[in-house]
């Protein structure tokens, strides 16, 4: 079967001709994506790319030559990832239809001439996100490769995951590359900008090398890929990726004041430069970071990919190392401080929210979710945190998944103060503060370069809370996922 190529829109490249590949199948025939009218419809103009990028759950356009009769005997394989099949959902198998489906893919003719045909194609709103390679097959001959597309999370459509309804909202946190991080302590609360510059340069590719550089996708990558449909899966993998600790990822922390050997994280102002080091570098960790360079490069990945993400500024974060629930610090009798806790109080800390629903929990926890990069705990042996529902978190609902326990402890945990025998070992209660952990919980608005705080989504006011809840959970404390 001849291909030619299309000419419907001048300027946009097409994919050449070429032979037949190892399987017998022509490869790249020209193929014209309709890069402008696509990315205009679905919100990926400004990818700085070549190749397609498309949203799932919504249709695209695709011109090439085609036979006579095409609705009858063209059939259209859309595959991504190693060993693709129908079972793993990585792989479809579909022919030309009169009616978009809205469960599977479908192709639905738009126009045909002389020399060419239009097909409007569609993926499912909760298909598997990543490179796809797009073929063709007429009847009983070989498929025939089109070429290659992107498809992304889709946050303007109702059936995924990711659905945002407020339109403001989807521009802000899937399509705005510049954005405002706050720092400080909870009595002076300070501002910096930041550009995530998810559109840049290769910044997709890179984004999408995350994901096949996991530990997730090196022990199992058929079905890591599989897997890839849902953003809570997609946000915890990245979570790990973007810190170094456990699998060579993005950004390696240092809290020593130390950076002569790299960069100190204050250095930093843009994502871009530290995901193309990175890629170099050969993927090697750049040095070095702090819970807001993690945070930033996480918010980065999240909306390149599609998903939408915004920072949280948590003021005097609690570190809770023992998983009780509470901050511990020890005097002797003399009231000197001992270094017998592992946990600490941070002025500030930095985290990710990403907006999706929680089937797995049920509807009530769905909307934004806890994601954090800053390596601190492990987390089913990995150094990864989330995603916890962040309403899970108001009802202190800390036995969910994932890591509730240990977010529930940043923003409510109570700070202990103790005295310690040393010689007997014994502890006494010297008194405790419910008041001083997560203060001001703070963002950045919609829109406008102002501060918008966020403390009352995350816990109910002092004297409203269910405290019979804290210590009832004191005494058992979830497994940490």
């Known amino acids: 079967m001849p291909w030619v190529a299309s000419r419907g829109d001048p300027g946009y490249p097409v994919c050449q001709p070429q032979v037949l590949d190892e399987f017998g199948a022509a490869s790249q025939p020209s193929t014209n994506w309709h890069l402008r009218e696509n990315g ?52 479809a198998t579909f022919g030309i239809s009169s009616t978009v489906s809205k469960d599977s893919w479908s192709a639905v003719l738009q126009s045909t001439s002389s020399n060419s045909v239009s097909i409007s194609i569609s993926s499912p709103p909760n298909a598997v996100i990543g490179r796809y390679k797009l073929s063709v097959q007429s009847g009983s001959s070989p498929p025939t490769s089109l070429g290659t597309f992107v498809l992304l999370f889709n946050a303007w459509s109702s059936g995924d995951d990711v659905f945002m309804p407020n339109k403001a909202e989807c521009e802000e946190y899937v399509l705005e590359e510049f954005g405002i991080i706050f720092a400080g302590n909870k009595n002076y609360i300070s501002s910096f900008g930041w550009n995530f510059g998810q559109f840049q340069g290769d910044i997709l590719d890179i984004c999408l090398s995350m994901l096949d550089r996991s530990l997730s996708h090196r022990q199992d990558p058929i079905t890591d890929v599989s897997h890839r449909n849902d953003p809570k899966y997609v946000g915890r993998v990245l979570s790990a990726m973007v810190n170094a600790n456990d699998d060579r990822g993005v950004v390696l922390g240092n809290w020593s004041g130390n950076y002569d050997d790299g960069k100190s994280p204050s250095s930093w102002t843009g994502s871009g ?165 997560g203060q001001s919980l703070s963002t950045k608005a919609v829109g406008r370069d102002d501060r918008v705080d966020v403390t009352n989504d995350y816990k109910y006011e002092e004297g409203k809370y269910k405290h019979w809840f804290f210590w009832l959970h004191s005494c058992f404390i979830p497994k940490r996922i």
């Open 40 to 91: 205009r419809e679905h919100h990926t103009s400004k990818f700085s790319s070549k190749e397609l990028i498309v949203r799932r759950g919504q249709a695209f356009v695709v011109t090439f030559n085609g036979a006579e009769q095409p609705e009858q005997n063209l059939t259209f394989i859309a595959e991504t990832g190693p060993k693709p099949s129908k079972q793993t959902r990585t792989q």
């Open 273 to 437: 430069e530290i995901l193309q080091s990175w890629k170099k570098s050969g993927f090697r960790p750049v040095k070095y970071g702090q819970c807001w360079v993690f945070a930033a490069v996480l918010t980065t990945a999240l909306r390149c990919l599609g998903i939408p993400t915004r920072t949280i500024t948590n003021f005097s974060s609690a570190h809770d190392a023992d998983g009780n629930l509470r901050v511990d610090e020890f005097y002797d009798a003399a009231g000197n401080h001992l270094d017998r806790a592992a946990d600490s109080i941070w002025n500030f800390h930095v985290w990710n929210e990403s907006w999706f629903s929680r089937s797995d929990l049920g509807p009530s926890y769905s909307g934004w979710q806890i994601l954090d990069a800053t390596p601190q705990e492990q987390s089913e042996g990995i150094y990864q945190c989330g995603p916890a529902s962040q309403k899970a978190i108001k009802e202190g609902d800390v036995e969910l998944d994932y890591d509730c326990p240990f977010v529930f402890a940043e923003v409510n945990a109570d700070c202990m103060y103790w005295n310690y025998d040393t010689a007997t070992g014994k502890k006494t209660l010297i008194f405790s503060q419910s008041t001083t952990i």
